[in-house]
């Protein structure tokens, strides 16, 4: 059985479940991962703390429905929906490109690739 991460293990369980909320985001770099969990007062090495980020985005540890506490597809749906009208800029992109990941990922454990996907109609600003 593999060892648990420093990050697991280390962290209290509120500093853990913030930690894994900020890794979802991409900006959030291993540089400032080190500089938050040392304003916490955890020495952990940079590599342990790459590692387990690596890690956990690659294995999809923090997929969208249980961290929002989300019971199915339709509920998915309606809370992407909520976010996208509260985010902007780069936090929307996040938002979107994670949503998409997650949908492939989705749609590949069906069977469906995504060149099979139905064409779109593209979005129109509030102006158009």
Same mark, same amino acid.
């Given at each position: 059985?593999?060892q648990p %991460?420093?990050?697991?293990?280390?962290? @209290?369980?509120?500093?853990?479940? !913030?930690?894994? $909320?900020?890794?979802?985001?991409?900006? %959030?770099?291993?540089?400032?991962?080190? !500089?938050?969990?040392?304003?916490?007062?955890?020495? &952990?090495?940079?590599? @342990?703390?790459?590692?387990?980020?690596?890690?956990?985005?690659? $294995?999809?540890? %923090?997929?969208?429905?249980?961290?929002?506490?989300?019971?199915?597809?339709? *509920?998915?749906?309606? $809370? /992407?929906?909520?976010?996208? #009208? !509260?985010?902007?800029?780069?936090?929307?992109?996040? /938002?979107?490109?994670?949503?998409?990941? =997650? /949908?492939? &990922?989705?749609?590949? =454990?069906?069977?469906?690739?995504?060149a099979d996907?139905?064409?779109?109609t593209p979005? =129109? @600003? #509030?102006? *158009?």
């Amino acid at each position: 059985m593999p060892q648990p %991460f420093a990050i697991e293990t280390r962290l @209290s369980a509120e500093h853990f479940a !913030e930690f894994r $909320q900020l890794i979802l985001t991409r900006a %959030f770099t291993t540089a400032i991962a080190m !500089e938050w969990l040392t304003a916490r007062g955890y020495l &952990i090495s940079h590599g @342990s703390v790459a590692n387990y980020m690596r890690f956990a985005r690659a $294995q999809g540890l %923090f997929p969208l429905r249980p961290l929002a506490g989300l019971r199915d597809d339709e *509920d998915t749906r309606r $809370q /992407l929906a909520v976010w996208a #009208k !509260e985010l902007e800029g780069d936090d929307l992109t996040s /938002l979107a490109l994670y949503a998409a990941f =997650r /949908l492939n &990922i989705s749609a590949a =454990r069906r069977g469906v690739r995504p060149a099979d996907f139905p064409a779109t109609t593209p979005m =129109r @600003s #509030k102006g *158009d």
